[in-house]
């Protein structure tokens, strides 16, 4: 083990015995709570993760707040508009994945009710969603409680990358998207937490920051 990887655990070790151990724990069970939620909310928090691709996630969270159950119903070209007036990046493109997303709703709530494993279901969001890739579909899943799935965003890599732990990706494939998430399940079985609590974690020492 490396000085830098010694270094990053030990300072998630200091944070575990934090404050800020509550909050991400209190983060943990909202998410858990968010999969009982009906599937109109849990839609919602489907259209956040479409919107959070490549963009700011506080300012997300604000768009998710702002147009709530409109994500549901209004027009592609309306939603279009809305999202660039509340100063979205990728107002049509991202408008029309998520109305093309309606039509999998029924569906989407059986997927993450049933028996099958966490990867199978990121495996069928990322085949049938327009818009949802790996890293999407992870953090979907964790939004709604599910703990075993790695969100390979930027500020992640970045870390992994700087502790010598990975080289950091010039694309992120399948195989390599898997490759860093079982890095990231060692880190997790080192500090016993899941995979969830880790990106909580590993996030705030990058942001100072404890979203969603």
Sequence with gaps: MNQKMEKLLDCIE?????????TIKARAREFEENRKKPIDQIFQELCFCILAANYNAEKTIKIQNQIGNQFLTLP???LAKKLKTL?????NTRAKYIVEARKHKDLLKNIIT???????????LAKNIKGIGYKEASHFL???GYTNLAILDFHIINILARCKIIEKPK???????????????KIAKKTNLNLAELDLYLWYMETGKVLK
């Design 14 to 22: 200091k944070l575990k015995k934090s404050n800020i151990k509550k």
């Design 171 to 185: 694309t992120l494939n399948k195989k390599t998207y898997r490759k860093i998430e079982a890095s990231l399940k």
């Design 114 to 124: 049933s028996a099958a494993s966490q990867n199978q279901k990121r495996e069928w």
């Design 87 to 91: 100063g979205y990046r990728f107002p």
């Design 142 to 144: 964790r939004n709604i």
């Design 76 to 78: 592609e070209k309306q």
